[in-house]
């Protein structure tokens, strides 16, 4: 009988974590500033500590620095071509990714090489959970399915 209340308080809290966290996602897909105390942002991470990145739509983009560690830029406009599975470019100095630093897309070209899409600048650099990627990936394909995101 005394684990019945434990489960309504633990089920209660995740649903209070994931209106959070769909708060938040909603406030990043808007493009309203997410700049509270709680979110941690960097103008640059070390660009030899990236371990992958992920484009999410064409105006965001997560890169991945740890097993856990995350970081969201979302870029001012939409980059021409860029789409969940574009090959990038990033264009940077030194041995840092940073906000107002470039990032282009690749193409392939048919005699050989490769062509580069047109500069994208980079944003601030969001701290995100793997949780809230997850989360945002998912409303973002909702979104696109409904018409509220258009297709490059």
Known sequence: MRSKPLIVVALA???MTAAADKAAIDQILDEESVADDHV??????RSDGIDRIDVLSGSHIVFQTSRTERWLVQLSMRCP????????ALEQNQFRLCEFDTVRVVYDNPIGGIDLGPRCQLGEFEAVSPEQVAALREELAARKR???IKPQ
């Not at 941690?40 to 991470?45: A, K, M």
């Not at 071509?81 to 990038?88: D, F, R």
Request: proline residues 5%; glycine residues 10%; contains cysteine.
């Open 13 to 15: 809290s995740l649903a």
């Open 40 to 45: 941690e942002t960097r103008r640059c991470i």
């Open 81 to 88: 071509g860029l789409t969940p599975s574009s090959k990038i």
């Open 146 to 148: 409904s018409g509220r």
